[in-house]
């Protein structure tokens, strides 16, 4: 065994230097000094050379110099090469050598001082049979490296993985830059729940509070007709840098079939305080807190919406569904953003988005004008935005009613959907279409929003938000530096 782990570390060691070699290589151009008698062309090596060197003609009786071109190994040998003193030539000067930039010795001519005339010498015989031979031993050498690094690649892959047995930090790795997406162990996650109770149900199926390695986590469990959703909600949480402190951290999926049932998981962070939609039912806010929760809405929203560009890509993606239960209250008071199962990515390299065909998709009461009217251009990104802005504004007005104005005739509103009094508590396309595309209703404004300036300030941006024009229809980026600015005045 022994003796079989140092040929294997010879064998390594012995790549490695190759790897290196061939890193720092260069091309050079080639010609009469080819590796492996090849034509004349171009070849990789450390150093690039040009050399001259003069042969007997036995027709004149003079030496004729012959201009000879190549690459010399990066190494001692090459080294002393270069300057002369490991080649069949007279003259130090009859060789100079580049590595500065590829075939930097295509127009090199050096400088040599011609033989008089005699008799030819004997030994001056070919000059590149240690270049031959240098480049068999090489080749053979490279040849026996590969064979070992497939022996050692499928014994590797041979091996178990032997998983940690900590915390949950153990199963998650984060760049903690927003950029890293889970890494986990090679193992069904499904075995490792101890669901507890269910604490939500959607259209799409149940939210259950489970256990994982000693940590509280949120389970969505799909029904099993909506292995479609659970499918696109997964490829969209696992987008390349769409971790951010204001999106719901995605942990793992999996899928399960206990019996002849089968389930479609979904991990997530867990958050006790639930969706905003339940807590602003049974919490009033003061300037501070409902700034934080507007702010923090906008910011994902906005992470959401732009694009990154560099090494690593992350595409401009829409949510389409959102909404006040779509969105999770954390326990320092921001919010995180939830639910992508409807979610739209725009791929700039084919310039193409990334959508099923149907757009009448979301929750009928947050929809905007032009998604309800079906007259959304679905060939354009910004208009999904667009329509991503105006359910926003939807949820700030929800936010804003439960913010009391303060003094000692504090007042709130009672918690309210938007539309409330206008339709139906399960409206259908055809009563928001009325209200909002023919009557060109909005919600109503409080008058004792007048008297307080963040209110007055927040009451101008959601307007803005849900214009019935969506061209005029701020950016979430926008409104995120406004939302800023209010939060500096707030003490």
């Known amino acids: 065994m022994t003796a079989k782990r140092e040929i294997t570390s010879f064998l390594v060691f012995a790549a490695f230097l190759l790897l290196v070699q061939t890193a720092l290589g260069i091309t050079c151009y080639c010609k009469g000094h080819c590796p492996d008698d090849r034509q004349n062309g171009t070849c990789e090596g450390g150093y690039c050379f040009s ?20 690459c010399l190994p990066l190494d001692e040998r090459g080294s002393l090469q270069c300057m002369g003193t490991l080649v069949p030539h007279m003259q130090g000067k009859s060789i100079v050598c580049c590595n500065k930039s590829a075939l930097c010795n295509k127009n090199i001519v050096p400088e040599y001082e011609p033989r008089p005339t005699a008799a030819p010498i004997p030994m001056a015989i070919a000059s590149g049979t240690p270049l031959i031979i240098l480049a068999t031993v090489l080749s053979v050498c490279l040849m026996v490296i590969l064979i070992a690094v497939v022996i050692l ?3 590797y892959r041979r091996k178990e993985r032997v998983p940690s047995k900590d915390t949950l930090k153990d199963f998650i790795e984060s760049s903690g830059s927003g950029s890293g997406l889970p890494v986990l162990v090679e193992q069904t996650i499904a075995k490792q729940l101890a669901f507890s109770e269910c604490v939500g149900k959607g259209r799409y199926g149940e939210v259950w509070l489970a256990k994982w390695k000693g940590e509280n986590v949120a389970v969505k469990v799909f029904f099993s007709l909506e292995e479609a959703s659970w499918s696109r909600e997964s490829e969209i949480y696992q987008t390349m840098l769409m971790r951010h402190d204001n999106i719901l951290g995605f942990i793992a999926d999996d899928i399960t079939g206990p019996g002849s049932c089968t389930q479609m998981l979904l991990i997530t962070d867990y958050h006790e305080r639930g969706s905003l939609h339940d807590y602003l039912q049974t919490t009033v806010l003061d300037h501070p807190s409902l700034l934080a929760i507007c702010l923090s809405i906008v910011s994902g929203i906005a992470h959401l919406h732009t ?12 949510h389409r569904d959102i909404k006040s239960k779509n969105i999770l209250v954390k326990r320092s008071g921001e919010c995180a953003i939830a639910d992508f199962g409807l979610a739209v990515r725009y791929i700039r390299q084919s310039g193409k988005i990334d959508i099923a065909p149907n757009t009448r998709v979301g929750t009928r009461r947050y929809m905007a004008p032009e998604v309800l009217d079906e007259t959304l251009n679905t060939s354009s990104f910004d208009a999904f935005e667009m329509a991503d802005m105006y359910s926003v504004g939807l949820v700030l007005w929800e936010a804003c009613r439960r913010c009391e104005t303060g003094g000692e005739n504090s007042m709130v509103e009672p918690y309210a959907l938007p539309y409330h009094d206008d339709v139906p508590s399960d409206p259908d396309f055809e009563d928001m279409k009325l209200a909002v595309c023919v009557k060109r209703l909005r919600p109503v404004i409080p008058a004792r929003w007048e008297n307080d300036p963040i209110l007055v300030a927040l009451s101008k941006l959601m307007a803005e938000c849900w214009h019935a024009n969506p061209t005029v229809r701020l950016k979430a980026l926008r409104v995120k530096k406004t939302m800023s600015t209010l939060m500096s005045t707030v003490p």
């Not at 004729?64 to 071109?69: N, T």
């Open 51 to 70: 050399a001259v060197e003069e042969f007997w003609d036995a027709d004149t009786g003079e030496y004729v110099p012959e201009w000879l071109f190549g």
């Open 153 to 155: 690649y499928h014994r």
């Open 307 to 318: 694009e990154i560009c560099g090494t690593r890509r992350k595409p401009a993606i829409a």
